[in-house]
């Protein structure tokens, strides 16, 4: 089992920037895929971005592309995204997810809320 922990939401206005963190518990950390999904008020859940256990290998949503950049430290067993520019439509609360062999992202985080205003 992996618990995974988000942190660093917030409030920030637009064109701003925020680190959001998640931790993961265990000393498998290295060997799962990692992503960032967002769901929004009267959204489904989407896709923000993946990188691989490795973290040789990461891919961004084009909402995201060229503002954010995801990030891991197996040795601290975190994961990170980074948001710059953030936009009013950026507004979600934010979920770190992991994956091992499968193909599903099957564990989660509780989230973590991001607000950007205008």
């Known amino acids: 089992q992996v618990q995974l922990v988000e942190s660093g939401g917030g409030l920030v206005q637009a064109g701003g920037s925020l680190r959001l963190s998640c931790t993961a518990s265990?000393?498998?950390?290295?060997?799962?895929?990692m992503a960032w999904f967002r769901q929004a008020p009267g959204k489904e859940r989407e896709f923000v971005a993946r990188?691989?256990?490795?973290?040789?290998?990461?891919q961004y949503s084009d909402s995201v592309k060229g503002r954010f950049t995801i990030s891991r430290d197996n040795a601290k067993n975190t994961m990170d995204l980074q948001m710059n520019s953030l936009k009013p439509e950026d507004t979600a609360v934010y979920y770190c997810?992991?994956?091992?062999?499968?193909?599903?992202?099957?564990?989660w985080g509780q989230g973590t809320q991001v607000t950007v205003s205008s």
């Open positions: 990188i691989s256990a490795s973290g040789l290998s990461t």
């Open positions: 997810a992991g994956r091992g062999a499968g193909l599903r992202y099957d564990y």
């Open positions: 265990g000393r498998t950390f290295s060997s799962y895929g």
